[in-house]
């Protein structure tokens, strides 16, 4: 790779960080920063993970990412239930003030793009799109290798719990006697697996 291919890598880094306004204190004229935020994003998104999940997807030092689960656990946005295999683990999920929040911070974000690109044709915003497609494709190759890792009881929680919240949502089901077959269910098909 060129020198010139490297500057010119760092200054797109520079404007889009700029444009985004990335490098304010706080993130779309919130009291978050930007790892705060994409730590409540990630959250979203996961419905149900633990820290060990959040730290290892963002790349966040642990004693960092502790400090910030405390403040979300203060602010009272997140909330935790033990682990069904882990005792040592707990499962973090939003509370419905971190939901509205988050949901809140998704349309700002939202917002601030089309914001951004409301002075563009439909055709510059496609090319603009499709040059992102681009640039993710080519990093993604560039930084990271296929792995196929062990099962974690990460695993089994997420399936578990997001099996219990689709069958709560979709078809009422919220017994106790229902969650519990979920658990046994999801325990021996693990333990029976070859």
């Not at 069958?167 to 106790?176: K, L, N, P, R, S």
């Amino acid at each position: 790779m060129t020198d010139t291919i490297t500057d010119h890598i760092r200054s797109f880094n520079r404007f889009y960080t700029n444009i985004l306004g990335l490098i304010d204190k706080n993130i779309l004229e919130s009291e978050f920063s930007l790892t705060e935020a994409r730590i409540l994003f990630e959250i979203h998104e996961l419905i149900q993970c633990t820290a060990i999940t959040l730290t290892s997807r963002l790349s966040v030092d642990k004693g960092y990412m502790s400090r910030i689960i405390r403040k979300f656990e203060k602010k009272k946005l997140i909330e935790k239930s033990p682990s069904l295999e882990d005792s040592r683990a707990s499962l973090i999920s939003l509370t419905s003030e971190g939901l509205n929040l988050t949901e809140e911070l998704i349309k700002k974000s939202n917002l601030q793009i089309e914001n951004i690109l409301k002075s563009l044709t439909l055709e510059e915003c496609e090319e603009v799109s499709k040059s992102m497609d681009t640039i993710k494709k080519h990093l993604t190759k560039a930084t990271k290798s296929l792995k196929i890792r062990n099962f974690t009881n990460d695993d089994l929680d997420f399936v578990i719990n997001n099996q219990i919240k689709l069958y709560e949502v979709e078809y009422g089901f919220d017994t106790d006697e229902w969650k519990s077959y979920i658990k046994d269910g999801v325990g021996a098909l693990v333990k029976e697996f070859n």
